[in-house]
């Protein structure tokens, strides 16, 4: 089996069929991880760049582990984006990094569309590690999988996300994921963080958390950037706490089975009560594990390694 | 001698020539200002024009002819919303490559916009502009600076640009943010018979915003310009012409919201002119696709139910011009991510084609409205003697062949830059003979045989 797509740019677009062998994969994947020596030679002699414009340090990290399990070569790039600015162009970064022979490029950056960009410039196979406010496909996936680990499919069942929809690259992958999936997907958030236009999407919306919450089988919440309260898209701290964030209360009306999901990094007591997010329904750090093992998934399917 | 191996020429004025004699003989000639829309010929004398008659005078025997027996003989076409670039970026556009490209699109003139660097915001910068447009292959009308530097806090002097030779006054890509400035500089304009030009954009609402806010904006994640941006400065603008009776002029109009306005205000009488351009009529944000940076300019691409009321506004009159916002970019602007990319396409080379292909050629508009909105409307709101075929005028006269099917490939530009937003379309009918003052200065031969055809017929035979 091979997947359809030669990039992973986003999962709009992205058929149920390469959804679920990347996901299927990435299972396979964890008796690798249990291993003593948690290492195959699948990738070896790849050479694979982290070209990483924005700051990250799980993403990176994540991805960086999965290039090194799989044998691969990574080389990390990491740029400020003002230097660059008074610099050299996204092509000629692109083209003078491909002159020094590589395979795969991990690009993160904070303007939506980079990664296609970079297809139009190079070779190199390309995966998206987040642009902008577009799309953060491996992070979907990490979530899928840790869904259906847990659950057991992924078909019918219920997840709202709750937060900053309109900021959340995470928040669109994982609408159009979760929907070809056969997922049911409810976006919650005041109105001024949620898209004007969320019809595009596909998804429901709704700025009623009790709404989002009932019946669901997966609570997704986003963080909150604290420094949009400046800029005028929520008033207080308190208020947001008390109409979105989730704690004890809330979740005590929820299905007892109900999976506490979360991105990262969290803000502790503002979407989020710390015994929420430590409490028995949180599967956070499950996230951060299956991570490594979708990325390796993702680059095993991409990069055409041989089966080790 | 400037040649394009598409048949395009540009011929370089060459002032120790004597005028030559021409007529224009058995062409559709379009003039609504004198009402003529007939089968006439138009002769030319000592770069005057002496006759639009049905025959031509004896001493015209020897003068050069122009057989234009199937196209239309209009008015000089003028384009009144153009960046010309000098001084300051000229790598981009100059003076003179800017006014060849205007000569290959029809147009014998051009206003240009004064956000060059320096800004035209004084006498001597007018000035400026109109030495180095001397002996260009188009006239040059530039428009001042409303305010100093465009930084929307004090008056530039009108009335020392005026006497130079400054057509209009504009801040054109930004807004005259303080409501208070923008009153006094509508006030104090009223002493000059020159419009003030709006660009309409309330830059707070608009900030970092790339592309317009929709469900393509949602969906490719980039930070919408929402229409109200626009409508809320051109709402201001109308009242503040009603309030004060000085005369203005909407710039690049793109939403069904500010059609609706300017038709309401026009309605009730304010002094108000609008103009749009060819990419709102023919394109919207669906055409971005895959983050196409040569689809993006300020106001941006709006939806199809926009694009529909544009179209509206230009068959009803609302809309009075049509210009091309011609904005010249070099390729390391606009050969980058889309946040990064600049705001602007080129137009001059394919305004003309885009009017014929998507309103002529779709009953839209009559031949007389496309000269009306491209070469008499235009120099009438700008005060200035062209855009009739009047006896005695500068002939200034663009010969248009309404049909002929070409395709855009901006490697055949005479501007310096290839930022097109219709790179690859099919449009029909292009600028045949562009004259300028009695002289022919750019002239398109037709291949003789279509290459393709000839390569079939030689692999089968």
Redesign the interface.
């Known amino acids: 089996m091979a997947l359809t797509i030669r990039h992973l740019l986003g999962l709009?677009g992205v058929s149920r069929d390469d959804i679920t062998l990347i996901l299927d994969t990435a299972d396979s994947f964890f008796e690798v991880l249990s291993r003593e020596i948690p290492v195959v030679p699948t990738l070896r002699g790849k050479t694979i760049v982290n070209l990483f414009y924005e700051g990250s340090t799980r993403t990176r990290i994540s991805f960086e582990l999965a290039e090194k399990r799989l044998s691969a070569s990574p080389v990390n790039f990491s740029v400020s984006i003002s230097s660059v600015?008074k610099g050299e162009?996204?092509?000629d970064t692109i083209r003078n990094i491909e002159a020094m022979k590589i395979d795969m490029v991990v690009v993160r950056?904070?303007?939506?569309?980079?990664p296609?960009?970079l297809t139009q410039c190079t070779n190199a196979v390309i995966i998206n590690a987040g642009?902008?406010?577009?799309?953060h496909p491996t992070q979907a996936l990490l979530d899928m999988l840790t869904i259906r680990q847990k659950i057991g499919r992924l078909e019918g069942l219920k997840v709202a996300i709750v937060g900053d929809i309109f900021h959340s690259?995470v928040a669109?992958s994982n609408a159009w994921g979760m929907k070809t999936m056969g997922m049911e997907v409810v976006l919650c958030g005041p109105h001024t963080l949620l898209?004007?236009?969320?019809?595009?999407?596909g998804v429901p919306v709704t700025d009623n958390l009790d709404e989002a919450l009932n019946g669901a089988d997966v609570v997704m919440l986003l963080r909150l950037q604290l420094e949009r309260q400046s800029s005028g898209t929520f008033p207080s701290i308190r208020e947001y706490r008390e109409r979105f964030g989730l704690d004890l209360d809330r979740l005590s009306d929820l299905s007892k089975k109900v999976l506490i999901m979360h991105p990262g990094p969290i803000n502790r007591g503002i979407e989020l009560a710390s015994n929420v997010a430590d409490g028995p329904n949180s599967v956070i750090l499950e996230q951060v594990t299956n991570g490594v093992a979708v990325r390796m998934a993702v680059l095993y399917l991409l990069g055409g390694g041989e089966n080790g | 001698m400037v040649n394009r191996d598409n048949g395009a020429t540009i011929f370089p004025i060459d002032g120790s020539q004597p005028l030559p004699r021409i007529v224009i003989k058995n062409g559709r000639v379009i003039d609504p200002a004198n009402g003529v829309d007939d089968i006439l010929n138009v002769v030319i004398d000592n770069g005057t024009i002496a006759a639009v008659s049905s025959d031509i005078p004896g001493v015209f025997n020897t003068a050069v002819t122009i057989d234009a027996q199937g196209a239309w003989v209009v008015p000089g076409l003028m384009d009144m919303h153009v960046h010309l670039r000098e001084p300051g970026r000229e790598d981009k556009e100059t003076i003179a490559s800017g006014t060849q490209a205007a000569a290959a699109g029809g147009f014998t003139a051009v206003a240009c916009m004064p956000n060059t660097n320096p800004v035209l915001d004084e006498e001597s910068k007018i000035r400026y502009v109109i030495q180095r447009a001397e002996g260009c292959a188009s006239r040059v009308f530039p428009i001042g600076a409303i305010t100093k530097n465009s930084e929307g806090e004090e008056l530039a002097p009108f009335g020392e640009m005026v006497a130079v030779g400054a057509c209009a006054f504009s801040d054109d890509g930004v807004s005259v943010a303080k409501s208070n400035i923008m009153r006094n500089a509508l006030n104090y304009s009223k002493s000059f018979d020159t419009p003030i030009i709006c660009h309409c954009e309330d830059k707070v609402l608009s900030y970092r915003g790339h592309m317009n806010e929709g469900v393509v904006s949602t969906r490719l994640g980039i930070r919408g310009i929402p229409t109200i941006a626009e409508e809320i400065v051109t709402a201001r603008d109308i009242l503040m012409a009603e309030y004060t009776g000085a005369r203005i002029h909407i710039a690049h109009v793109s939403t069904a919201g500010c059609v609706r306005m300017i038709r309401d205000a026009k309605k009730r009488g304010v002094q108000l002119t609008a103009e749009t351009c060819p990419h709102y009529f023919t394109l919207t944000d669906v055409d971005v696709g895959m983050y196409d940076t040569n689809k993006k300019m300020n106001p941006p691409l709006r939806t199809d139910r926009d694009r529909r009321a544009v179209i509206e506004g230009l068959a009803d009159g609302t809309i009075d011009v049509i210009a091309s916002d011609h904005a010249p970019h070099v390729s390391e602007e606009k050969d980058v991510e889309f946040d990064a990319a600049a705001f602007g396409v080129v137009g001059l080379e394919t305004s003309l084609a885009t009017v014929l292909t998507y309103l002529v050629d779709k009953d839209i508009l009559m031949p007389s409205d496309v000269v009306e909105k491209m070469s008499l409307n235009p120099n009438r709101i700008l005060n200035l003697p062209g855009g009739t075929l009047s006896v005695g005028a500068p002939a200034d006269v663009t010969v248009i062949d309404p049909t002929a099917s070409w395709k855009v490939e901006s490697c055949h530009f005479f501007s310096k830059s290839r930022n097109t937003a219709f790179e690859g379309f099919p449009l029909k009918g292009f600028a045949r003979e562009t004259i300028l003052g009695g002289r022919i200065v750019f002239k398109k031969t037709y291949p003789k045989t279509p290459l393709q055809l000839v390569k079939k017929n030689n692999g089968k035979g």
Do not use: C, K
């Open positions: 709009d600015s162009t996204l092509r950056h904070d303007a939506a569309g980079v296609f960009f642009d902008g406010l577009h799309e690259r669109r898209p004007q236009h969320p019809e595009s999407l």
